[in-house]
């Protein structure tokens, strides 16, 4: 057979592409033409069935099947388009840029690749594809097509000066119901075009405009692909859009898809954004390059399109996987991000629920139920969820009819307000893409014709409640704040922070910080945050005096501020080594009206003055360390026991420049000299410890309770010192040592011996075990010879251990008198000195 003829018909929008191939293929003598949304499938399945006559047309989407006896000409989703074309002389597959989807481009790029006609196949789409069809195509004959009418940019536009038969482009549901609201109140009224409508109720939304009934329509972005409208200027209300992934701005190609609305055959149109939909911001506006760019039609071409294997081998699950998840060869194609179907097949493959999935046609089959598309949105979680109880009934062979009517019954159900009825929709063509499965559902065409019913009844009820309000409830009175009336919402707050408005959440008070509602869309929040902050001054003022008059039982300190309820209230700030701050505001607090500011913040200053009191001998050590009279060496000694923070080693205290005069004016103000370290006893307690960690001073890890003897860890918490596998308070360890010391005196002065008996009794009660006792010892100089054991035969208490005190000697540099540490608060008296 000789190959077909392939045309790739490349250009921008309202250049006839459409057209011409319907025109090509009610010249053949059959054909099959796929499309990328059935919105777009149903409006040329009219086109040609108006042609051909109503039995000569098909029309099959997921969710609709209608098949004539001997039909030759075939009108499909891309998805739903036979992969050999249906075997059609003429075939035809619109919109293929859409290819660099990455939900969906793998389904076009396999028909731009794979689906041919007998005779002619043509290729639909953007001039961005021409250099990836030269590459992948390399025998199609590509041609350009000029726009029939020019675009023009004529910037933002006020709803008051939106010129009539405008189209206003919105990006998410809540934006179309916003703009829809607006346009009834000051413009008479609007038409709503959206996916979640049925193809019926949608003719009758585009009629109300088609028929001038209303001079406005808006739609979401689906208008862009090919739905043809008498529309002379098209207004975006946003240029970005959620795609999936992240919220990103449309790419110029994407915004001439739209603006080419505009204009029609040799009608000129114009394009800008839509201002004014919210009090406070400048509207969205295009870049020069962007204007330029949609002008001249003018943009990047695409640099690849996205794969996925069309034909995966079905021995095994993990087969199927592998195949569905290998890398395209051609460097052209890229293998396509993991899809819902995808994600589901892996997620079911691991539980138990595909134990049993054994055999290339049980794999096949448990593939075909994961592909069910996810028309609820609800995440891959709850759309797996409804997969996997989908395949346990199908398991028994087919999904009886009664189970099929009565879940297809509890969406009969016309009450509710907008989200509910767009959620049964959601449902509902879940289960009209079911009763399509010819190898699903028994009595599959009398229950795909109840569900359409349904869907259709579901559509009209949503469309009446768009007519009655396009919007939800929210919405509508956040649109008050556009009003004049603005100031007169009722604005309240509850116990638990909810801030409400007619009993709708705005957002949520933690602390005196406002949160807007985490569930609205980002479009929604400036306008939640606006009508919320009328009310809100009033609202924290309120909130801050109960505060000050309570006894801040719920206030904190952590991480160097004041917190109430997780929120910051205010920083603190350590200025001159005074261990009292100064209290920072945070910017809730400073933005509190005066009287409520004026009477919470001296609160504030007399909680934390109450809360300081365990920091008295920290703040002791600070005066005395500038009192002129204690001499420089004292106040060296001072300002390192101060940024110890309560301690310090003998080594790092320069100890030995100090005095012996000096030390009773410090052990005065509660200063110990240990053998080891030089402490204040007081800050050793736990309230100072943890004190001293949550205003930010001492970053050490802390030991809440303070204990005598803690587990050995490498970070070792504040105020301890290692013994062994064990850490014990510092405090501690200067009673054990000082015993240790009287013990040895007490033997030498009777019988001037080196060695002598120590009772340990007194560290292991406070919890130090043997080993590590003599580990602590150690560190101090104690050395401990071990007694022999008893010999074999006799008997009586074993002989004690016999100690002697051996200090070490220091290395050659430590003879030296100990240098200031640079940096450190001896070094600066030092250089102070000098």
Known sequence: MQDSAIKAVLGPTNTGKTHLAIERMVAHSSGCMGFPLRLLAREVYDRVRAIKGDAAVALITGEERVEPKGARYMCCTAEAMPRDGAGAAFVALDEAQIGADRERGHIFTDRLLNTRGREETMLLGAATLEPLVRQLIPEAEISDRPRFSTLTHIGPRKLSRLPPRSAIVAFSAEQVYAVAEMLRRFRGGAAVVMGALSPET????????????????????????????????????????????????????????????????????????????????????????????????????????????????????????????????DPALRLAPQAIDLATLKRLAEEPVATNVRGAGMVRRFWEACSLPDFRQRGPDVHARFVARLWQDLGEGYLGADYVAARIS???????????????????????????????????????????????????????????????RRTAILMKSLGQDAGMLPIEMSDDGAVTVEGEVLGHVAGLRFTVDPSARQED????????????????????????????????????????????????????????????????????????????????????????????????????????????????????????????????????????????????????????????????????????????????????????????????????????????????VEKILRAAHETRAKAQAKDRKRKFVLDLALPISIGLEEGNISRLLGTAGFRVQKARPLAEGQFGPPRPDRWEWRPSRRKQERQKPAQPREGSAFAALADLVR
């Open 202 to 329: 949608r003719n009758k939304q585009v009629a109300l405009f088609q028929n001038g009934e209303v001079d406005y329509i808006v739609a979401t972005d689906a208008i862009g692909m090919g739905l043809n409208l008498d529309v002379n200027h098209v207004a975006f209300a946003g240029l970005s859009k959620f795609d999936g992934v992240r919220m990103r701005r449309l790419l110029p190609a994407e915004m001439a898809q739209i603006a080419g609305r505009a204009g029609r055959h040799q009608r000129d149109g114009t394009f800008g954004t839509l201002a004014g939909t919210t009090k406070h911001g400048a509207a969205p506006e295009f870049t020069e390059e962007e204007i330029y760019a949609i002008e001249e039609h003018r943009f990047a071409p695409l640099t690849h399109l996205y794969w996925r294997e069309p034909e995966p081998r079905f021995a095994s699950l993990a087969t199927l996987i592998a195949d569905l998840e290998a890398p395209p060869e």
């Open 410 to 472: 509890e969406l009969d159900n016309m009450a509710g307000d907008i989200d509910t009825l767009q959620g049964r929709i959601a449902a509902i063509r879940s289960w009209a893409y079911i009763c399509q499965r010819p190898d699903w559902v028994l009595a599959r065409d009398e229950m795909a014709s109840r569900a359409r019913g349904v869907e259709a009844k579901l559509s009209d009820a949503l469309h009446a409640r768009l007519t009655e309000r396009f919007v939800n």
């Open 525 to 732: 929040r400036r306008m939640l945050l606006a009508a919320a902050e009328k009310a809100l001054p009033r609202l924290l003022g309120e909130k801050a005096v109960a505060l000050a008059e309570s006894d801040f039982g719920e206030v904190e300190l952590a991480r160097g501020a004041i917190r109430w309820r997780g929120q910051e209230l205010a920083k603190l700030e350590h200025r001159d080594g005074s261990v009292t701050p100064l209290l920072v505001p945070s910017r809730e607090v400073a933005a509190l009206p005066d009287t409520a500011r004026a009477t919470l913040l001296p609160a504030l200053e007399a909680w934390l003055a109450q809360k300081l009191s365990p920091l008295e001998p920290l703040e002791k050590l600070h005066h005395a360390a500038s009192n002129p009279e204690a001499g420089s060496q004292a106040r060296a000694l001072l300002l390192n026991l101060i940024a110890g923070h309560g301690y310090v080693t003998r080594e790092q205290a320069g100890i030995e420049h100090l005095p012996k005069e000096m030390r009773p004016f410090l052990r005065k103000i509660g200063v110990t000299f240990g053998a080891l370290d030089i402490f204040a006893p007081a800050l050793l307690k736990p309230a100072p410890r943890q004190l001293l960690h949550a205003l930010g001073l001492d970053r050490r890890p802390v030991q809440d309770a303070m204990l005598p003897v803690i587990p050995d860890t490498k970070k070792l918490p504040s105020g301890y010192r290692h013994a062994g596998s064990q850490a014990i308070r510092i405090d501690l």
